[in-house]
C-alpha cells in the first residue's frame, strides 16, 4: 500500500528559498499523477501544483507560478517541490498526494 512522507520543511526569511520532498513507500510512485497542497491555518486547503507520470504536464496554482517548480525522480521513488522567493503568504503545512493517499505533511514558515 502506497505510503508518503514529506520533509524539508523549516523556518525561512522571505525571498529564501526550500525544497520539499516526497518519499513514496509501498508502491512505485511512477504509476502515479502527484500533487502538492498545502493548509494554512485557518484556511482551506488548496493546490499548490500537479504533474502527471513522467511529468510531461505540469500545472501551478497562479499565486505560485514562476516561483515554485514541480519534479519527481522515478528512480527514488520520490517527488519535489523546490520553493524559491517565498513569502510570508506562503506559510502553511505542505502535502503531497498521490492516488487518493497523503501525507503528513511538513510545515513551512516564511518570516517577513
Known amino acids: 500500500q502506497l505510503q508518503l512522507v514529506e520533509s524539508g520543511g523549516g523556518l525561512v526569511q522571505s525571498g529564501g528559498s526550500l525544497r520539499l520532498s516526497c518519499a513514496a513507500s509501498g508502491s512505485n510512485l511512477d504509476r502515479y499523477a502527484v500533487a502538492w497542497f498545502r493548509q494554512a491555518p485557518g484556511k482551506e486547503r488548496e493546490g499548490v501544483s500537479c504533474?502527471?507520470?513522467?511529468?510531461?504536464?505540469?500545472n501551478y496554482a497562479d499565486f505560485v507560478k514562476g516561483r515554485f517548480t514541480i519534479s519527481r525522480d522515478n528512480t527514488k521513488n520520490a517527488v519535489y517541490l523546490q520553493m524559491n522567493s517565498l513569502k510570508p503568504e506562503d506559510t502553511a503545512v505542505y502535502y503531497c498526494?498521490?492516488?487518493?493517499?497523503r501525507g503528513q505533511g511538513t510545515l513551512v514558515t516564511v518570516s517577513s
Open positions: 504533474a502527471t507520470t513522467r511529468s510531461d504536464v505540469t
Open positions: 498526494n498521490a492516488a487518493r493517499v
